[in-house]
């Protein structure tokens, strides 16, 4: 008894000292977050004398990240770390000028995990029914920035966020990497007793092979977006929803199983839009849209001055023009920032072999 009670003495001896030191060590963290913020501060006013409204820095707050990562030796992970980082900047940034961000909503949709991603909880988010009320509200100036899905590792591209930018003077200002883990969630106590299961299509098609072997009697049912199914599914105990961890915690739902998606690598690129002209970071790419003179051979002559000033295409897709029938648009993504002088090269050259050519941005390539 003598022994154990001095064990835990010691133990909780040890725990204060521990604790007096994590102390004296916050006190010095918080003495340079207020220090940091306060050089932020007048970073600001910088801007502001240059005449420049611009506050937010996307290339510089990929720096700062970059620098983070490449510093840390852990114990604590990449994504920790550079999640402490990024609120900081949010902060920062809040302090210089509060940024609206609309987003696909609603609330609890990937699209909005994404957008605190990039922007951190220091702002004010705008979630929107429809990708198009998106651009909109950024295009009529309701809206700092817009954050909008592109594509999906395992089912593609998001055409409608494609055709958007046919018409659409917004660039792109920035790209978001978001790893996406569904769950099978309800609020009844059997999964198999449930008559359907709801979710946005792709999520729908990206968890098929689990469905098949998990579910197979149960009816699939598409809808708007995964939040919206979670609260079909908080309405029913009949119906079940896939959707990711801020639905599930939002709408208080059971989480029957974790992870179903297909694959483990499934991941989702969402785009920043915005009016920003984005300078270069140090590891940038730049979007593209193009089109073709309709003759035979187009698309590889199209493509030919990439090739030559050795410029790396890391994605091509097609879609139609939707003003003539047989007409496609190309959007290209390559590395590279259009300030890079070889790059500037390719774009002039591509400029007389195109019929069309829209520069769509150049932004940081997404850091984590
Ligand atoms: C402080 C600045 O303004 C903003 C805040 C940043 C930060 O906190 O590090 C970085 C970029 C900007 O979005 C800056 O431009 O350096």
């Given at each position: 008894?003598?022994?154990?009670?001095?064990k835990n003495g010691g133990a909780e001896a040890q725990i204060k000292k521990l604790r007096e030191q994590i102390d004296a060590?916050?006190?010095?963290?918080?003495?340079?977050?207020?220090?940091?913020?306060?050089?932020?501060?007048?970073?600001?006013?910088?801007?502001q004398q240059e005449g420049s409204n611009n506050f937010y820095r996307p290339e510089r707050e990929a720096e700062v990240l970059r620098n983070v990562l490449a510093r840390n030796?852990?114990?604590?992970?990449?994504?920790?770390?550079?999640?402490l980082f990024r609120e900081i900047m949010s902060a920062c940034l809040a302090l210089e000028s509060r940024l609206r961000i609309a987003f696909l909503g609603p609330e609890g949709t990937f699209t909005q995990e994404a957008a605190l991603k990039q922007f951190g909880h220091?702002?004010?988010?705008?979630?929107?029914?429809?990708?198009?009320?998106?651009?909109?509200?950024?295009?009529?100036?309701?809206?700092?920035?817009g954050v909008v899905p592109v594509e999906n590792s395992t089912e593609?591209?998001?055409?409608?966020?494609?055709?958007?930018?046919m018409a659409s003077p917004l660039k792109i200002c920035g790209e978001v990497a978001l790893?996406?883990?569904?769950?099978?969630?309800?609020?009844?106590?059997?999964?198999?007793?449930?008559?359907?299961v709801v979710s946005h299509q792709q999520s729908l098609a990206q968890c098929r092979e689990w469905l098949d072997a998990n579910l197979p009697g149960v009816k699939r049912v598409p809808v708007a977006s995964n939040a919206e199914a979670a609260r079909l599914a908080a309405a029913d105990v009949g119906t079940l929803a896939i959707a990711g961890d801020t639905a599930a915690q939002l709408y208080g739902l059971h989480m029957f199983a974790s992870n179903i998606e297909d694959r483990p690598d499934n991941t989702t690129r969402f785009l920043v839009i915005g009016t920003l002209e984005t300078v270069p970071s140090g590891n940038d790419k730049t979007s593209l849209l193009l089109?073709?003179?309709?003759?035979?051979?187009a698309l590889q002559r199209l493509l030919a001055p990439l090739a030559k000033n050795k410029i790396n295409m890391t994605r091509i897709e097609s879609r139609p023009s939707r003003q003539s029938m047989w007409e496609y648009v190309f959007?290209?993504?390559?590395?590279?920032?259009?300030?890079?002088?070889?790059?500037?090269?390719?774009?002039?050259?591509?400029?007389?072999?195109?019929?069309?050519?829209?520069?769509l941005g150049s932004y940081p390539k997404a850091v984590l």
């Open positions: 008894m003598t022994v154990k009670k001095s060590l916050d006190v010095k963290i918080q003495a340079l977050i207020s220090e940091r913020a306060r050089l932020a501060l007048a970073v600001a006013e910088t801007k030796q852990g114990p604590l992970s990449e994504e920790a770390m550079a999640r220091a702002v004010e988010t705008a979630p929107l029914a429809a990708i198009d009320e998106v651009f909109r509200e950024v295009e009529s100036g309701n809206a700092h920035f593609g591209v998001i055409n409608h966020t494609l055709d958007m930018f790893r996406i883990h569904h769950h099978l969630l309800g609020k009844g106590n059997d999964p198999q007793g449930a008559h359907s089109s073709s003179r309709n003759r035979p051979g959007f290209v993504d390559i590395d590279g920032h259009m300030k890079d002088r070889k790059v500037a090269k390719a774009l002039a050259d591509l400029e007389k072999e195109a019929a069309f050519l829209k520069r």
